[in-house]
């Protein structure tokens, strides 16, 4: 049997006194499509980081085609023909995607010139072999998340990438984005390629990958086929227990006065003046949770601000339990008990350099014990550690996701806007997050839930809206079927016709 493309042996890392990897093992083969998956914090990043070349491991051996990475950079490992592709875009927003793709590996003629004709003649190549297509001369700002993605993927193999390794590469992708995603990857596959993927999605694993490595705090527990397991296996195996029952949706009130209320909301874009939000219209009652879904970039992110009062509407009204908040500020809008948790937790949600116990009361400074609340909510999501002196940025991404919930969560609420409440963490955490979001609902709040992910929509929304360029276009049950929301989504007709 030939040698495997990427063998880490008894591999162990440390960052401080966490073990955040712990004396393990993986082979991954060329052909193959291989899982890690694992709960927040469980050691997955960090293996595909020490894979990369990003890592230096502490104890234990990285191989690549059976010969040693040396030296340990991320560098070398490309050389070596290892492709990262991170979980956040590493894209240069201002620069076009053949920019971006040559950026660092650009061909030059005698001289030092640079030779533009030359890089877009392989990458026409590499697209043609890759089976993909790409705007070579469009703006990276101006692409969809599924366009970014695919041009991270085009990137690496331009680089010469026969190992790839994707952390959470659907994240931010809708069902039909995904599955064109893992096409592509099969696709690559089928050539020889070696492929890992991160993902928290186990119905992405059981259907697309060969292979699946499953770590606990650290260790790997099992590896093994995919074909001879199960979701609930895996589920088991991540847990470390029984996993728990589905959740179960309270039934609306009857009679239940509005919580929130959109009305004719419009709102000016960042970039280019014209409307990203255009007359939007939700009304959420008291005790109902309604899902906003649709592809990233269609308004969802200016809609979430202008709720939160952080970007003014050009047209319409914003109420909060029949309180008309448009006009007001932040501070208002909290007092009138609304909350909100924002979609990018390090951007918009968390101080990363400083203390949990800092980021659990932000806004509340004057309002609440503070020991009584920080413990209070650290005990309620079941923060990891649950040491308040911890700073924000060395939590794992769930238990950052906690922090910001806990916070928003954990006062008298009449509505509550969650943008991409669970993305990136796992079952666990998810699982509490949703426990959350049932329970101040239960008390008579009304929740607007905005996420890229169908299956949390389905899981905990009364009814979900889809959002295209900016309008509401769709209500549909949550238990419709994939390609209903696909369509609307992309803005498609009952007869596939652009609307």
């Not at 966490?18 to 914090?41: I, T, W």
């Not at 119905?203 to 099992?222: A, I, K, L, P």
């Not at 109420?319 to 909350?339: D, H, I, N, Q, Y």
């Amino acid at each position: 049997m030939p040698e495997p493309s990427l063998r880490l042996d008894n591999v162990t890392k440390r960052f401080g006194a966490v073990a955040a990897v712990r004396d393990a093992s993986v082979e991954v083969r060329a052909g193959r499509l291989h899982a890690v998956v694992g709960e927040n914090g469980a050691g997955k990043s960090t293996l595909l980081g020490l894979a990369g070349g990003v890592h230096a491991p502490d104890a234990g051996t990285v191989l690549i085609d059976g010969a040693r990475l040396t030296p340990i950079t991320p560098a070398e490992a490309s050389r070596r023909g290892v492709g990262f592709v991170h979980q956040h875009f590493m894209l240069v927003e201002a620069f076009t995607c053949l920019e971006n793709v040559m950026l660092g590996a650009e061909p030059v003629r005698r001289g030092g010139v640079l030779d533009p004709v030359a890089a877009r003649r392989r990458l026409e190549k590499v697209l043609c072999d890759a089976q993909l297509e790409v705007e070579l001369d469009a703006r990276v700002d101006g692409l969809g998340v599924g366009e970014r993605q695919t041009l991270e993927i085009v990137r690496i193999l331009y680089r010469g990438a026969r190992t790839i390794l994707l952390d959470e590469p659907t994240a931010v992708l809708t069902p039909a984005q995904a599955e064109s995603l893992f096409g592509t990857l099969r696709n690559l596959a089928a050539d020889g390629a070696a492929i890992v993927v991160v993902t928290h999605r186990l119905s992405e694993v059981m259907r697309w990958c060969d292979d699946v490595t499953v770590m606990r705090r650290g260790r790997v527990v099992s590896t093994g086929s995919v074909a001879e397991s199960s979701e609930d296996a895996l589920t088991r195996a991540i847990m470390g227990r029984e996993p728990p029952p589905p959740i179960v949706r309270p039934a609306v009130p009857e009679g239940a006065s509005v919580g929130l209320a959109v009305r004719g909301v419009s709102v000016v874009g960042q970039r280019d003046g014209r409307l990203a939000v255009d007359g939007v219209s939700i009304e959420v009652r008291s005790g109902e949770i309604v899902g906003l879904a649709g592809v990233e970039g269609n308004g969802q992110t200016e809609l979430v601000e202008a709720l939160a009062g952080l970007r003014a509407t050009r047209a319409g009204s914003i109420e909060v339990a029949g309180r008309e908040l448009t006009a007001r500020g932040v501070k208002e809008r909290r007092a009138a008990g609304l909350a909100v948790v924002h979609g990018d937790r390090h951007r918009e949600g968390l101080m990363l350099e400083a203390t949990v116990w800092d980021n659990l009361v932000l806004g509340d400074l004057g309002e609440v014990s503070e020991p009584e609340a920080v413990r209070r909510r650290i005990d309620a999501f079941g923060v990891v550690p649950p040491d308040p002196r911890k700073l924000a940025g060395e939590l794992s991404g769930g238990n950052q996701q906690k922090v910001v919930t806990a916070r928003a969560l954990d006062r008298e609420l009449k509505a509550v806007v969650l943008a991409q409440p669970t993305r990136g963490v796992d079952l666990g955490a998810a699982r509490t997050i949703h426990e959350a979001i049932l329970g101040v609902v239960a008390k008579g709040a009304a929740a607007l839930v905005v996420s890229a992910d169908l299956a949390e929509l389905r899981a905990i929304c009364h009814r979900v809206l889809v959002i295209t360029r900016g309008r509401i276009v769709a209500t549909l049950p949550p238990e419709a079927p994939d390609h209903e929301f696909g369509r609307a989504m992309l803005g498609m007709s009952e007869h596939g016709e652009a609307s």
